[in-house]
């Protein structure tokens, strides 16, 4: 059994854990649930031995835990899947699977025949189809976090912390997930689990911890435990799960997009209505991200054309689409979007101010109208920061999500491209970001919107073009627009080619 | 044996052995094609040092480290083996190499364990051992037995010494490399946070790295000050940067991660040869170091248009 009691942990100002206790028992499956900020990673994080608690202790079967670092959890059989990925980028899956226990050989060193070949068979033993030899930053997002999980499960682990291993995963990659988590189970491991996606909680767990501000709200079986209660416990207050009301787009074409030619692109030939919606579906890495890219000028295309406003423009760099109206929020705002030792307000102006929005013409920056805005913006958007001078590492995902958003939504942008960037964010953000981006459509912004989450898609977007290896393979729209119109053009494309 | 040798056949390498090449047909042919093993030990014995501190610093630097305290080490220890010699010859290389470790090793404390910035603390570390080399010896001198020196420029097996060294000094390299401390020491390089959550003792493996990078510059030291016959407190100053210099045009990125030892050599070779280059086309020494620099951004120009065409290509 494994006990937390009375842990509590502080960083800075913030009181991120307060006196968490709680136990899992052998053969369970504990969910923890709770809004970005809510304090439960710091929690898996104590478990996993990535930072000290200041208070309390855990105890596994019981003997109380000295976890000073990730290696002392392992010791300990305590094995953790965390959100961001723990792969090294630039070593193969084999190597990545055995950097602490590689095959050796005379002299101490790795005998690398012997690693691939039992690589191999470990990728095979979990029907994971990728080569040993392959280097692991090629590898789509999905299948990253697979061999992560892979490798976590293959060290037989007494507790195994999945901290929003789902996040990257498709439908099936999930069942894959699901089947692993039963196979524990019955093995008697204990299992903690962290998901934004309620039907994952419901699935995997069987029993349900709620956390908000830093506390434990309830701990409770699974049945006990319905959506609209775990959800009133989380944010406090009652919130139906709605999304605004969908206002149908304006006459005419505001992006013109004819057959797209680029990497992991093909054919690619769609257009955008101005105060549209537009959703882009399918399974993960099959080209959403690659079109959105695209679109920004990030990856260059080989062939085709894009328009705007009926003038087609010529993307060499992000320049020339920012320079056009174009905006992009990515999907891995750790590594592309934000700046993390500096303060809110650099983040949210630094791009206006480098592309003169905000500076007098003389370049000097126009402080008082700077602080003007930001103060403007945090309020407007409930981020929740001490001031604009937090160092926006000091922020939960959510928050440094919406700061990244307003970075770009001054610029007033004509097209407004969202890579994902509601993944990993809690349920009460997801909900801000869907008002905010349903208010810009209906000034006429153009929106589109990759989501790995279906609900979403339907909820959200006007119409969505469900993608497959670069193509897009269907257009939903009105009443043919459900979650199971989009798997089944995910899944059908999948078995055709 | 065989299969850790197979790392040598690593593409990373290649750019670096190709430059080498290049330089060294120039030079045969400037020399009327002929060469001699007498020549090759002669370059051996030349690049010998720059070889063990360039594979100091590649440890260093595949952790996203500096060191630029190494040329002092390479000092301190060869003072104190000329220094110590009449002790007796092995507490005299026993204490110099002794020296090296402990200066790697606080190196390693301070950045590994306090987390403090590579560049400040090797800077700082450099300004102290420079210090320390002038108190163990004052000016260049000593005594160094001379058995040692002959059994430096001996020919066993009709190979010169240092070119059996130079060759043992890759295989080293090469070896470690091929250890799950080595294959550790590129995870770290990779990424860091993402080697510390698989569970990789970062602070502990980086420490080592930096040990073993004070343990081979003490090497280099020694081995400079028996074949000179000198200890000399001021030789590191010339070895800090071409150290660097070496491990770069090796082919590996200064942000760690990537890169082999046997680049690390060619690199050392090819700062080598293009003194040995100039000396046979007439020029003055001085344009030596204008030479090494346009050469360094060459090479890693190329290495990003090789990059950039290895991306064109696979999409």
Not at chain 1, 82 to 100: K, M, P, R, S, W
Not at chain 1, 260 to 267: A, F, H
Not at chain 2, 115 to 128: D, E, F, R
Request: hydrophobic residues 50%.
């Amino acid at each position: 059994m494994l006990s937390i009691r009375g842990i509590d942990k502080r960083f800075g100002a913030t009181h991120a854990v307060r006196d968490v206790s709680f136990d899992a028992a052998r053969g369970q499956v504990l969910g923890l649930v709770g809004e970005n900020g809510a304090g439960k990673s710091t929690v898996i994080r104590m478990v996993a031995g990535v930072v000290a608690p200041d208070q309390g202790s855990i105890h596994l079967d019981g003997n109380r835990l000295a976890l000073r670092s990730p290696s002392d959890a392992l010791t300990h059989g305590i094995d953790s899947v965390f959100q961001e990925l723990a792969l090294i980028g630039n070593l193969t899956v084999a190597d990545n699977l055995f950097l602490l226990k590689a095959p050796k050989h005379r002299w101490l060193s790795i005998d690398r025949r012997r690693a691939i070949r039992e690589a191999s068979e470990i990728l095979e033993r979990y029907q994971l189809d990728i080569a040993p030899t392959a280097r692991v930053r090629d590898l789509p997002l999905g299948q990253r976090q697979m061999i992560e999980i892979v490798r976590s499960v293959e060290r037989d682990p007494t507790v195994l912390v999945l901290d929003e291993a789902t996040s990257s995963l498709g439908q099936s990659e999930v069942s894959w997930l699901a089947r692993l988590v039963r196979k524990l189970r019955d093995a008697e491991r204990i299992v903690l689990f962290i998901s934004h996606r309620w039907d994952e909680i419901a699935t995997f767990c069987d029993r349900v911890a709620v956390m908000r501000n830093g506390r434990l709200v309830e701990v409770a079986d699974r049945p006990a435990m319905p959506q609209d209660r775990a959800v009133r416990l989380m944010t406090g207050r009652d919130t139906s799960g709605g999304f605004p009301p969908k206002v149908p787009p304006r006459e005419g074409t505001l992006l013109g997009v004819d057959n797209l030619e680029g990497p992991m692109l093909s054919r690619t030939t769609f257009s955008l209505a101005p105060g549209e919606i537009l959703g882009l579906g399918g399974l993960v890495g099959q080209g959403q991200t690659e079109l959105l890219r695209a679109l920004f000028g990030v990856l260059p295309l080989r062939g085709g054309s894009v328009a705007l406003k009926g003038r087609p423009l010529r993307l060499r760099g992000p320049r020339d689409a920012i320079g056009a109206g174009i905006a992009y929020v990515p999907l891995e705002r750790k590594s592309e979007g934000v700046f993390l030792d500096k303060s809110v307000a650099f983040n949210m102006t630094f791009a206006s101010l480098a592309l003169g929005w905000l500076s007098s013409w003389f370049g000097l920056i126009r402080f008082r109208k700077e602080r003007a805005t930001v103060a403007e913006a945090i309020d407007r958007l409930k981020i929740r920061t001490r001031s604009g001078h937090t160092p926006i590492r000091a922020l939960s995902g959510g928050n440094q999500q919406k700061v990244l958003l307003e970075k770009w939504l001054q610029m007033r942008p004509a097209v407004l491209l969202l890579d994902d960037v509601t993944r990993g964010v809690d349920i009460s953000t997801k909900h801000q970001i869907y008002e905010l981006v349903r208010a810009l459509a209906r000034e006429g912004v153009g929106v589109i919107f990759y989501s790995s989450d279906t609900y979403e898609l339907v909820g959200l977007a006007d119409r969505v073009l469900v993608m497959a290896d670069g193509e897009i393979r269907k257009s939903l729209a009105g009443s043919e627009l459900s979650s199971a119109a989009i798997v089944d053009a995910a899944f059908g494309s999948r078995v055709g080619s | 044996m065989t299969r850790w040798l197979s790392s040598i056949r690593n593409s990373e390498a290649l750019g670096s052995v190709a430059i080498f090449a290049l330089l060294f047909a120039t030079y045969f042919v400037l020399k009327g094609c002929r060469y001699s093993f007498f020549e090759a030990g002669n370059l051996a014995t030349n690049v010998l040092p720059l070889v063990v501190v360039g594979l100091a610093q590649y440890f260093v630097v595949l952790v996203r480290g500096i060191d630029l305290s190494l040329g002092p080490i390479m000092a301190v220890s060869g003072s104190l083996a000329a220094v110590l010699f009449p002790l007796g010859i092995v507490p005299a290389i026993a204490i110099a190499l002794a020296a090296g470790v402990l200066a790697g090793a606080l190196n390693g404390l301070l950045i590994a364990r306090l987390s403090l910035s590579p560049i400040v603390v090797t800077l700082a570390t450099m300004s102290v051992w420079d210090g320390v080399a002038l108190i163990v010896l004052p000016v260049p001198g000593g005594t160094i037995p001379a058995f040692l020196q002959a059994v430096l420029t001996s020919e066993p097996a009709l190979l010169p010494m240092s070119l059996i060294l130079l060759v043992g000094f890759a295989l080293l390299g090469t070896w470690i490399m091929s250890t799950r401390f080595g294959l550790q020491l590129r995870a770290i390089g990779g990424d860091e946070i993402a080697a510390e959550a698989s569970g990789v003792k970062v602070a502990r493996i980086r420490f080592f790295a930096y040990v073993l990078a004070g343990f081979l510059a003490a090497c280099a030291g020694l081995y400079f000050a028996i074949s000179t016959m000198a200890g000399s407190p001021i030789i590191g100053d010339g070895y800090v940067l071409p150290s660097i210099g070496a491990v770069v045009l090796g082919g590996v990125p200064l942000i760690g991660g990537r890169g082999s030892p046997i680049g690390v050599v060619m690199g050392a070779l090819i700062l080598t040869i293009i003194g040995s280059l100039l000396y046979f086309a007439d020029l003055a020494d001085f344009y030596q170091s204008l030479i090494n620099g346009v050469i360094l951004i060459v090479v890693v120009g190329a290495a990003a248009v090789r990059d950039w065409a290895r991306e064109a290509l696979a999409r």
